[in-house]
């Protein structure tokens, strides 16, 4: 059985507001790049690891990690509305060996997801129904946040799973690193209606979601020109993540404390669990035969995002 892993961070604010365009080039290039190789590969099954930002999950409840055994895509931003092709068998049986594994994650018959899952779909899976996927939603927004350690044994379940069925298998993280984007928190929200978006916004009309996307692309536009509060970008810190993950180095991992993470990479940081896990899928898919590498990486203020990608290719051992 052959494996894949392809880390990558997403960001919403492309085509809206945009950096120099040799990097814009540049990122469309390991956009294609990616996306050819995954043609190549050509996975029977995708594993997509991604957070959700207050468009498919909300306070009334929010849990650490949710399996989608049939998914839709909102349609955020330029990303394409619609269902997934999730195979319910296989996505049931994942969920179910996770669970017997004491990892008690929620699951979703009616899973609504964002440009988290989305952008990755369209821009590297080749559309939303292209692949076979099976959505794990990770909650990266709203603290308490599960642990990047709880995050790693969630990943390892999943590739314990995947090796079990033998199929083609590709890991997918979408999200990270370093970052800040203006999503509200309970603990410092006091507007109502901000509060009521965060706890149950679900379906919101066009304007109220517009409206919305045109904050956080002007946020992005001051943070660009140095006028924002927002936590600054971290590429000492993400490359330092990057190494440890290419390294397999699951000690310092599970070492991260999420208040240190937040410290030093701001909120949205905690996308980065989706790395975790899908590089911790991918260990366990693959046994010892595989090797992971940095794929990019580049600091990019105008999209609020510490863009970076890894890659990594297996043969599982059985
Ligand atoms: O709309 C939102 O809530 C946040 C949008 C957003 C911006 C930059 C990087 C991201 O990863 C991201 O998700
Ligand atoms: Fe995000």
């Known amino acids: 059985m052959s494996t ?29 790049a990616v996306a050819e190789e995954v043609e190549r590969f050509d996975p029977q099954v995708i594993y997509l690891f ?22 839709t895509s909102v349609g955020d931003y330029t990303t394409p509305a619609g269902p997934l092709s999730v195979p319910r068998d296989i996505a049931e049986a994942c969920a179910e060996a996770v669970i017997a594994r004491d990892i008690d994650i929620a699951f979703s018959y009616r899973m609504q997801v964002d440009h988290g899952f989305a952008q990755t779909l369209q821009e590297v899976l080749g559309g939303l ?28 379940a999943i590739g314990d799973f995947a090796r079990g069925r033998g199929q083609r298998a590709l890991f997918v993280a979408s999200g990270g690193m370093s970052h800040n984007p203006p999503i509200p928190r309970i603990a410092t929200a006091t507007d109502p209606e901000v509060i009521e978006r965060i706890v149950a916004g679900r379906n919101p ?17 001051a943070f660009a020109a140095g006028e924002s509060e927002l936590h600054p970008l971290a590429p ?34 905690h ?21 992971a590498s940095e794929r990019y990486y580049r600091p990019i203020p105008e999209w609020l995002a510490g ?8 043969r599982a051992t059985h």
């Not at 066009?206 to 956080?216: G, L, S």
């Not at 863009?307 to 297996?314: E, K, L, N, R, T």
Request: glycine fraction near 6%.
């Open 50 to 71: 991604a957070p959700d930002h207050y468009n498919g999950f909300f306070l009334d409840l929010m849990p650490p990690f949710c399996i989608g055994m049939a998914a």
């Open 129 to 156: 129904t292209r692949y076979p996927v099976v959505p794990i939603m990770m909650n990266a927004v709203a603290p308490p946040l599960a642990s990047f350690r709880r995050a790693r044994q969630l990943g390892a």
């Open 4 to 32: 894949m892993l392809q880390c990558m961070s997403h960001t919403p604010i492309k085509g809206y507001f945009d950096p120099p365009a040799e990097v814009v080039a540049e990122v469309a290039a390991l956009v294609e």
């Open 271 to 291: 996308e980065l669990r989706t790395w975790v896990a899908a590089t911790a899928a991918m260990d366990a898919a693959s046994g010892a035969r595989w090797d």
């Open 307 to 314: 863009f970076g990608a890894i890659s990594g290719y297996g």
């Open 205 to 221: 009309t066009p304007e109220a979601r517009d409206a919305r996307q045109q904050r956080t692309v002007a946020a992005a536009r």
């Open 236 to 269: 000492a810190w993400d490359r330092a993540l990057i190494r440890d993950l290419c390294a397999r180095d699951w000690s310092a991992i599970d070492a991260q404390r999420n208040e240190a993470v937040t410290e030093a990479a701001g909120a949205s940081a």
